[in-house]
């Protein structure tokens, strides 16, 4: 049983004219008898709450920023009305801080044998499977004195997607690709590794690509154009391991890591390559393979939705054997990861060879803006501590990152901002050069 803010107030209506006029047991009791009895008979007049049924309906996915609605469904069963509050609980990172009081009660009443529904809208703040913990009830009786209280387990679970923010940068890389490939009036000479069509020379076309038996054959010289290959392979593994869990300004490398992915897949997808994803640290957690350019994009993203860093060195030798498996012949390898310094020295570099040797290798990372900003602080002796870190640390992601060139792998570090269009661009030089 819960009592009301209302029953308190009839007691203390009711003891202070006791407490002047008549101070005593008896006059407690003539007071406090009535109210006991009437608290009993609303009690008993409320609608049960072990009776009610519920169901759900709504959103069972939303991408990270966006809002859900998730429908709750209330039967009332007994034969009388129910009046009642109800709390649909979640986990707290369902909603914004402070946004949960008002998100997640509701205020209904259902006649006997009837049914309502109610809508709990959800914004979450974290990316992963947001479950529903409870629905608590609380039933009033007719006169708002008491109320029975319960709960029920009603699950439902709305899964959180990255949000693929670097999106609006695909438009532009198409454009690009579609230069790469012929398809626009900007046709792009002597790139590529698949021949493409003829066409009339123009002064300024490489010599070596005439066709001399073309050209034989009528009154102009002829030239071949190329494209780049298509169907081609891409392999991306994503880091999971400890370095991920670093935050860059609000951004979990993590997240960040993902976001450039997404760009890289859908960019891939429009040119005919095929995409696969591995997200590995000890052990595979997450892979998207053999998906078509269609399924591939709306894969990937449920595959990552559920992925956390997990606080463990990421075993490379286990990452290079997993990735020569999912990769039998030469693909793009592209590897999202750290630059610091001990695990790509200790990790990265002995099992480099070995990938490089039957891949094309791009290594990228989140670089941290903040250490730039260090390495530039001046005016006190806080700061020029701070700019001998900020530079000391950028000059070991510099020698980390001719370290990898040196073995021939294309090396990405840019901010988290930067990262997705800066990816997308080396894999556009990479097919232009026809290294894919």
């Known amino acids: ?105 509701h205020t209904l009443t259902v006649p006997a044998g009837e049914r309502r529904r109610l809508t709990t809208f959800l914004r979450p703040t974290r990316r992963g499977d947001r479950r529903s913990e409870r629905v608590t009830v609380r039933s009033f009786g007719p006169m708002g004195l008491a109320a029975r209280q319960g709960s029920h387990e009603v699950p439902w679970t709305v899964r959180v997607l990255p949000p693929f923010t670097s999106r609006k940068h695909l438009p532009s890389r198409l454009a690009r690709l579609r230069e790469l490939d012929g398809r626009t009036s900007v046709l792009t000479r002597g790139e590529g590794t698949e021949f493409d069509s003829l066409r009339e020379y123009v002064p300024g076309d490489d010599t070596r690509s005439i066709d001399w038996r073309a050209t034989a054959r009528q009154s102009t ?138 891949h094309t290798v791009l290594v990228a990372s989140v670089a941290d803006p903040h250490i730039e900003e260090m390495s530039a602080a001046r005016g006190t002796v806080d700061a020029v501590y701070e700019a001998a870190a900020g530079s000391q640390a950028t000059s070991q992601r510099l020698r980390t990152a001719e370290q990898l060139q040196r073995h021939g792998v294309t090396v990405v570090d840019a901010t988290p901002d930067n990262l997705a269009p800066a990816l997308a661009d080396a894999y556009l030089a990479l097919k232009a050069a026809g290294r894919l």
């Open 221 to 358: 010289v002829a030239v071949r154009t190329w494209r780049p290959e298509r169907d081609r392979h891409l392999l991306i593994v994503l880091d999971t391991g400890r370095t991920s869990a670093g935050r860059v300004g609000d951004v979990p490398r993590l997240d960040a890591s993902m976001d450039a992915a997404l760009l890289l897949t859908a960019l891939a997808a429009r040119a005919g390559d095929r995409v696969d994803l591995l997200a590995y640290d000890r052990r595979i957690r997450a892979q998207v393979l053999g998906r078509s350019a269609g399924d591939v994009i709306p894969a990937m993203v449920n595959a990552m939705a559920a992925l956390e860093p997990e606080l463990v060195e990421t075993d490379a030798r286990g990452l290079s054997t997993a990735a020569l498996k999912h990769a039998p012949r030469r693909s793009l390898l592209v590897l999202l990861t750290s630059l610091d310094a001990a695990p790509v020295e200790e990790g990265l570099l002995p099992v480099l060879a070995q990938l490089t040797r039957r």
């Open 1 to 105: 049983m819960a009592l009301t803010g209302r029953t308190a107030l009839l007691a203390a209506l009711g003891s202070l004219p006791v407490g002047l006029f008549a101070p005593s047991w008896a006059g407690i009791l003539a007071v406090n008898a009535p109210l006991s009895l009437a608290i009993l008979c609303d009690y008993a007049l409320a609608a049960p709450v072990k009776t009610l049924q519920f169901t759900r309906s709504g959103d069972t996915s939303v991408r990270l920023g966006d809002g859900a609605e998730v429908q709750l469904t209330v039967a009332n069963r007994s034969t009388r009305r129910l009046r009642a509050r109800v709390r649909d609980a979640w986990e707290p990172s369902s909603w914004p801080a402070g946004d949960e009081q008002g998100s997640s009660r």
